[in-house]
């Protein structure tokens, strides 16, 4: 999907965050694209260092403003504080977040908007406001309100919250520093009566990064084509168990059946890319850290992971 046309009307009320470590320089086109929907957008880095700087000039001088973080603080804490900047600068009602490689279409962010109007007009309050389809494929659903389409745990990227719903539930969860961030978000959300309203839009975004898969060294083909396994970092299992508990901790009593559907899928995940991708030895000394720091109630950045 491309972001080559212009949006009718900038969006004043509308703040984009968008989080940054490390960079490319494909931070400046997303960013200058998110300019030609609105007036204000945010750019967080996370600690990147000074090897960045040009980029975050260039960002600078595209007309965004750059919020230099001095050490790498996680997902949430950058979301946090890019929020935190962008509501002190300017009257805002909604917040869009976005990842650096995100690159939105030129009326995205109006869908949402236009969505979280109409759940209004219809009597429901939305917590937050998520694309009904990522990558072609339509997100899970949760029924419907008064002809408002329910959606489940959104992705963080490309998610819309109304400034209402940081005013009564408050800012995300920095403990977790990375992953189900905003799954917790949700939750808190839910609870406090604000459900996921899915917008008619679409949004591109990936997980993971593709590699052969091989079985003691072998790999694995399907004719001519070798089978991929979808892996994330070593590092990233540290947090995806560790947090699973910390959240499944806070949330078993009120969905226990998301609780256990989401412990169920990140050992099939484990079982899985244990089997057939390589790094097999570090990826479950990174689990098995983060299971036992979990139970521990340890949270905030690790550094072992």
């Not at 504080?81 to 805002?92: F, H």
Request: glycine residues 10%; neutral net charge.
């Amino acid at each position: 999907m491309h972001a080559d046309k212009e949006s009718p009307t900038k969006l004043e009320r509308v703040a984009a965050v968008v989080t940054a470590f490390r960079p490319t320089p494909h931070l400046l086109d997303n960013v200058t694209s998110l300019l030609r929907q609105l007036t204000t957008v945010v750019v967080v880095d996370d600690g990147s260092g000074p090897g960045f700087d040009a980029i975050f000039d260039a960002v600078t001088g595209a007309g965004g403003k750059v919020l230099r973080l001095e050490c790498n603080a996680g997902i949430a804490s950058a979301l946090n504080a890019g929020i935190d900047l962008a509501r002190s600068s300017t009257p805002v009602d909604y917040i869009v977040t976005v990842d650096q490689d995100s690159l939105l279409t030129a009326e995205y962010v109006q869908r949402l908007v236009e969505a979280a109007g109409a759940a209004e007009s219809a009597g429901v309050t939305p917590g937050l406001v998520s694309p009904a389809r990522i990558h072609g494929n339509p997100v899970k659903t949760a029924g419907s309100k008064s002809g408002i389409q329910l959606g489940r745990e959104p992705i963080q990227s490309g998610l819309l919250i109304p400034v209402s719903t940081l005013d009564a539930i408050g800012n995300f969860w920095d403990g977790l520093f990375i992953d189900l961030v905003d799954t917790e978000y949700y939750f808190r959300a839910l609870d406090a009566g604000l459900p996921t309203v899915l917008a008619d839009a679409e949004f591109d975004h990936s997980l993971g990064t593709l590699v052969d898969a091989d079985i003691l060294g072998k790999g694995i083909s399907f004719g001519d084509r070798p089978m991929k396994v979808r892996i994330a970092a070593s590092w990233r299992y540290y947090y995806i168990f560790r947090n699973r508990i910390l959240v499944s901790r806070r949330y078993v009593k009120k969905h226990p059946g998301w609780v256990a559907a989401g412990v169920l899928l990140d050992m099939r995940h484990l079982l899985f890319v244990t089997t057939l991708a390589p790094g097999r030895a570090a990826r479950l000394r990174s689990a098995l850290r983060g299971t036992v720091d979990g139970f521990r109630g340890k949270s905030g950045k690790s550094h072992t992971a």
